[in-house]
């Protein structure tokens, strides 16, 4: 199939990675159909999308007929079958369990004609493993999306063992389709962003926990002493401190190093229930938005 075929793309998981891919395809001019297993979370993910649009809307930055168009090309259901009917892509955005995603792929391979390509957005699980449930494994692909979707412009391609040249070039074709840059990475824990990326923000709670600096000063010092646009509190509080934990988690299985052990006191804050700007309270804490 080549990237021409593409019309629709079936965005798996309406959360926020979710949401978000299914704005950027829509953004593109692609049909979308956006599907989670309950209303409320589908629900949820139009919200998500509609509100930074909404903003956009009133800042003068974008038209109001533009942003009807994206909606005109976003359909939400709780129905699978429904969602993969006439998609020639699947991107998955699903909870990051291996056990979910392998039943949601072999679901998906019963559903879908042979040469649907799926796509995982997952942040550091195996690809291999995935697209081992179906029974087309060269055309199982990992797209791995950042935070937020529609603005940052990085794709990490993974091939699986068995992930095919075609299908790595139907990614990197429709990367440039969206709008991203694609950088291609072979299947291993974290990939490039997060193997580095959350062993740094997994450290700053180690910093926290010695008392070494205020969180507050920690994110001043990154910020200012790096360029980094948030520092990594803020950071770990918008993309969520459970995501941060199984990233961590990931490594240490996966590679064994003790290195990559979670600090005790991200482990904390997940058990509290203090994910981040999702539930009102991470390392900071939010009013409502
Ligand atoms: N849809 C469309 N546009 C959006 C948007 C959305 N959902 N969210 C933000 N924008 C737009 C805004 O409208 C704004 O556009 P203009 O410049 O045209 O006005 C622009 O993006 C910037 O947004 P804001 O002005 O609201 O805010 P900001 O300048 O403070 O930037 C940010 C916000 C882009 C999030 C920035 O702080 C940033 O880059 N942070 C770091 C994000 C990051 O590192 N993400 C990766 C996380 S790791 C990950 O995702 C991987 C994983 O697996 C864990």
Redesign the pocket.
Known sequence: MDIGDVRRIAVIGAGT?GA?IA?TCAAAGFEVSMRDVEARFVEGGLR??R???E??VS?G??AREDVDAVFRRIRGTVDLAEALDGAQVVIEAILEKMDLKRALYAEMDRLGPPEVVFASNT??LSITEMANATSRADRVIGM?????????KLVEIIRGSETSDATVRLARDLCARLGKEPVEVKESPGFV??RL??PMLNEAFNLLQEGAARAEDIDKAMKLGTN???GPF??GD???LD??LD?MEVLHRETGDPRFRPSPLLRKYVRAGRLGRKTGRGVYEYGPE
């Open positions: 990675m978000g704005q998500r999308i509100e930074p649009l903003a956009r800042k930055k974008m942040s550091s791995h999306f950042f935070n937020p979707a529609p603005v940052m962003v997060n990326l959350v980094m646009p948030m803020e950071l918008y993309t969520g995501v941060a990233v």
